[in-house]
């Protein structure tokens, strides 16, 4: 039975003959014949990157019993005609496909370039490209003339000349039937010869192969005599040659490998080298993204949207996961080519999910998706700060004590010969939580490797170490829980070489690498050398050791491994074949379901939001950067009036207590003019020396809070307010306020003018006078009236009150009302009273309430007295506020004195009014021209901030509506960017 397979790089020749073939009946014509010669196997002809394993008969040992039996002579022929035709087939085979695949590859990469018509001359020319081709035939050729010719064994003809016939005529069939096989599959379309030239070769070679195939029955024939040679061979004899062609096979494979990476590398660089060329060219037009690059950009968009993974999150990923310290992180960067991950000494360094991009460019560099800087990965220093950049970051992403974060790093690499794919890197199963991880470490690590691989199109990549017994593993009892059939599950043996070393028994890592060890299935499985154990090795130089231990392990030579199964190189290739297959496979489902995931987010949104613009959370953001800074330019719309009466009012509240407790009663007090205008000249010096030039600020910054807090609340009463803004705008302005500090200066110079003006005691004419007068009386009735309420409330309602109102007063209020009656009796007794009680006083006020039945003690006599005497005061102040309207005339000409009017009151009030104009109108001017702006300043960087600040945004714009707005925003983004991509994909298959 044949088949001519297509492999990685070429076609190959299966050939199987099986012990109840039709040739064989023929052939045997009884049952002692039948047992001579049971089975005739040409093995297949494989590159070994393949997932699928070769057959299992290629590298076992013989059996026990291998020895040669009495009548096993055609059980001896088949074997050693199966060892001898094994590398003719395996050169001839590999030459050929080698050749055309190579073929097939350059023109792959040529249209894979950008596809402009400028490059049309800087690509190679028909001339050139049959040049590479000639070269690469003739190199086959080289080959293949350097292959021994293999003849058929003549003890064969022992069985019959008509059998001998029968099998040259077989052969013969067997490569016509290929021949005619593979032109059957270039009429079909396969796209595997790149014109007509190859498969005339490929045909050609093979007729001469089938030609060669009649002349072995001559040459048999002149074999004959040396028959005996294969009965005197002992077992150890057939042990050692087979043992020596396996080796042969293996430098073989070696050999090609090295020539393919060569030719590789060759046409990079003229890649490179053409697109440097047509650089200046191309910067002027839009350059196609690649796949991997789209692929990533969805992925992306997928972490900022929903970070669990949920059923709205399937597309496929390939998830790296082990155990700590397993080498998960090496085989990740031996993958990318370049060591970008920060490494320790037993502990842990992956603490957060790291995404890498792989993707093919002429330059080997690496970037993150939130920053510009591309790190250049062929310098040492680069490639350290990468690394502390990784470490920065993991670092970041852990908060509030915890040891492991949910929070994604995403990095892309390019370089030349890079797998496109995407690979996460987890944080690694631990089994025991030290004193300096969190509590919840092991658990919140399975959550996180659970969370990925539950991705029912997620690629688990499962790294298990080597060096340590396989009964210590973690990962593939997880493993094998989230994928029990094993369709999405590659296996990785790491640290072979420590292996082979510490292991005894080789039959361990056979029955790992064939799945049987462990309680898992996989796709496949691979035994990879990632390091020499120093963190300083180059990544060729990881290359060069890893290469050199498979050729010369004796596990190789054993059998123990496949030569399919080892090297991170055939790693990779297969990994990336799985990915792209399960890409294809699944992304337009994933398309489909965000397809739907739309529609029903806008239905929601037209019955709940009808005639509402869908305005996302960062749209929504600038309209309120915009409303809030609109406010700030109201100010200059503010009046200067309006600002000296803002700042006049709100000064005079803050001062009135200190003016009438520290400043007017103390002066008032005194028995003549002259010792209250002393009295309080110095009050008001010591006054405007100390905290009135801070007061005044501290009142212009409040001002002028005030008033952009009356523009932002005056918007919220008009019809367009959306109320959705209300917490951030309070939150800027806060946050402004909190930050804005009025100029240093400012106080000096306000108290230079404040002392200038209070020194001044010559009130110019009778307008001001008026104006001093009232002022005056407007302050003092405020004053009685207050003082008039502290009263009530001390002595309970009156009776008029309690008659109407039903009110009644408490026992202390009774106290205190007969104590008032007693101090007032004082007050009319002695209408010019001094401010103070003396003992003699209280005692009599004492003994007449007790005399009431009232009994109260001197503390409480003296509370009770500070209110009436202030209300006495104060009435006293009003009247005479009343006599000196008219007083002008003598306050002018010096005679207030002589006409029994003193209007003392009226100048100090007048000197503090005028202080607070001067001061208002200097304040006004420093608002006005400074403050106003430097203000809008701070609101700008509060908002700048916040623009930044996702969280901050998050916490103050929030609601279904900004909820549903933001999750169809990203809806839209996924599926477009998800179908550019299926577009995209079609394109290219």
């Excluded at 092991?442 to 060096?467: F, H, K, T, V």
């Excluded at 990879?528 to 596990?555: C, H, M, P, W």
């Excluded at 001067?918 to 106003?932: D, G, H, P, Y």
């Excluded at 600040?949 to 169809?968: I, P, Q, S, Y």
Aim: proline share 3%; glycine share 4%; aromatic share 8%.
């Amino acid at each position: 039975m044949q088949k001519l397979v297509k492999g990685r790089f070429g076609y190959i020749i299966r050939v199987v003959g099986v012990s109840q073939s039709r040739w064989a009946r023929q052939m045997l014509t009884s049952r002692q014949d039948h047992e001579k010669v049971r089975t005739v196997v040409v093995p297949v002809v494989r590159h070994y990157s393949s997932l699928r394993p070769l057959r299992g008969d290629l590298l076992k040992f013989p059996g026990p019993n291998y020895g040669i039996p009495s009548r096993g002579i055609g059980m001896i022929v088949a074997r050693v005609l199966r060892g001898a035709l094994k590398i003719r087939y395996l050169l001839l085979g590999g030459t050929i496909a080698g050749g055309s695949a190579l073929a097939k590859t350059y023109e792959q990469w040529k249209e894979a370039l950008p596809d402009t018509k400028f490059l049309e001359e800087l690509m190679p020319s028909q001339e050139e490209l049959d040049a590479i081709r000639t070269a690469l035939i003739s190199y086959r050729d080289k080959i293949k003339d350097s292959v021994p010719d293999f003849t058929l064994d003549p003890k064969l003809k022992e069985l019959g000349e008509s059998k001998y016939d029968q099998l040259v005529l077989w052969f013969k069939e067997r490569l016509d039937d290929a021949i005619k096989a593979a032109e059957e599959e270039k009429t079909e379309g396969s796209g595997f010869f790149t014109d007509g030239k190859e498969e005339d070769d490929f045909s050609s070679d093979l007729k001469q192969h089938a030609i060669s195939f009649s002349a072995m029955g001559s040459a048999a024939e002149k074999e004959r005599e040396k028959a005996g040679l294969y009965q005197s061979l002992k077992p150890e004899t057939i042990r050692e040659k087979y043992e020596s062609l396996q080796e042969e096979l293996m430098q073989v494979q070696l050999k090609y490998q090295k020539e393919v990476e060569r030719l590789e590398k060759e046409n990079k660089e003229l890649r490179k080298s053409l697109m440097l060329r047509a650089g200046d060219k191309i910067a002027h037009k839009k350059i196609k993204k690649s796949l991997i690059d789209m692929y990533s950009e969805v992925l992306d968009e997928l972490c900022d949207y929903d970070s669990s993974y949920d059923t709205q999150d399937h597309l496929p990923r390939v998830v790296v996961v082990g155990d700590q310290s397993s080498g998960k992180t090496s085989v990740l960067e031996m993958v990318a080519q370049a060591r970008i991950f920060p490494r320790g000494a037993g502990e842990m360094m992956t603490r957060a999910p790291v995404m890498v991009t792989l993707s093919e460019g002429p330059y080997h560099i690496a970037s993150f998706k939130d920053s510009t800087r591309e790190f250049d990965l062929t310098k040492e220093s680069e490639l350290s700060e990468l690394r502390k950049e990784v470490e920065l970051r993991m670092l970041n992403s852990v908060r509030l004590g915890r040891t492991v974060s949910h929070e994604v790093i995403s990095m892309t690499v390019k370089g030349p010969g890079l797998q496109r794919m995407v690979l996460v890197d987890l944080p690694g199963i631990i089994s025991t939580v030290t004193t300096d991880m969190a509590s919840d470490t092991r658990e919140a690590i399975r959550s996180i490797s659970e969370q990925y691989m539950s991705n029912p199109n997620a690629i688990i990549l499962c790294i298990q170490d080597g060096s340590v017994d396989a009964e210590r593993s973690n990962v593939t009892d997880l493993v094998s829980q989230m994928d029990p059939q094993g369709k999405r599950t590659i296996f990785v043996l790491t640290k072979v070489d420590l292996a082979e070393e510490n292991l005894t028994n080789p039959d361990r890592i056979r029955k790992i690498l064939s799945g049987k060890l462990f309680p898992m299935k996989a796709l496949g499985y691979f035994a990879v050398v990632t390091g020499k154990g120093s963190k300083e090795d180059s990544i060729q130089a990881i290359k060069d050791y890893e290469e050199s231990f498979f050729r010369n392990s004796r596990l190789f030579k054993g059998g123990v491994i496949n030569s399919h199964q080892c090297t991170t190189r055939n790693l990779s290739f297969a990994v990336s074949e799985c990915f792209w297959k399960m890409v294809r496979d699944t992304v337009e489902q994933q398309a489909d379901a965000f397809k739907a995931t739309r529609f029903n987010l806008e239905t929601e949104w037209k019955n709940n939001f009808p005639r509402t613009r869908e305005l996302d959370r960062d749209e929504l953001f600038e309209k309120a950067r915009g409303e809030i800074l609109d406010e700030v330019v109201n100010l200059s719309q503010v009046s200067p009036k309006q600002w000296e009466d803002a700042l006049s009012k709100k000064m005079w509240d803050k001062m009135v207590t200190h003016i009438f407790e520290n400043i007017y009663l103390p002066a008032a007090q005194t028995e003549n003019s002259g010792t209250f205008n002393t009295t309080a000249d110095i009050k008001l010096k010591q006054w405007a020396d100390g905290m009135l030039p801070k007061k005044c600020v501290e009142v212009g910054w409040e001002t002028l809070e005030d008033e952009f807090r009356k523009f932002m609340e005056r918007a919220k009463n008009s019809k367009d307010h959306d109320d959705i803004f209300d917490s951030l705008k309070a939150c800027v302005v806060d946050e402004a306020m909190r930050r804005h500090e009025w100029e240093d200066k400012a106080a000096d110079v306000l108290r230079v003018i404040q002392l200038n003006a209070l020194e001044d005691r010559s009130v110019h004419d009778k307008q001001q006078w008026d104006a001093a007068c009232k002022f005056l009386e407007e302050s003092v009735k405020d004053k009685l009236h207050t003082t008039e309420s502290t009263l009530r409330e001390m002595v309970g309602p009156s009776t008029k009150e309690q008659w109407m109102y039903w009110s009644y007063p408490t026992e202390e209020q009774k106290r205190r009302a007969a104590v008032k009656s007693e101090l007032e009796n004082i007050l009319k007794s002695d209408y010019k009273h001094k401010n103070t009680l003396t003992y003699d006083e209280v005692t009599q006020v004492r003994k007449n309430a007790q005399a009431q039945g009232v009994d109260v003690d001197n503390e409480f006599i003296r509370e009770t007295w500070h209110p009436v005497y202030r209300r006495h005061f104060l009435r006293r102040a009003l009247a005479k506020a009343y006599d000196c309207r008219k007083a002008f005339y003598a306050y002018h000409q010096g005679l207030e004195g002589e006409l029994g009017v003193e209007c003392n009151d009226v100048v100090l009030f007048w000197r503090i009014q005028q202080m607070i104009r001067i001061t208002a109108n200097a304040l006004r001017q420093q608002v006005m021209n400074r403050e106003a702006r430097r203000l809008e300043k701070e609101i700008k960087e509060v908002l700048e901030e916040y623009g930044c600040d996702r969280d901050k945004k998050e916490h103050l714009l929030t609601g279904r509506r900004v909820m549903l707005a933001e999750e169809l925003k990203r809806v839209r983004q996924i599926q477009e960017k998800l179908e550019e991509f299926i577009y995209a994909l079609n394109a290219e298959k």
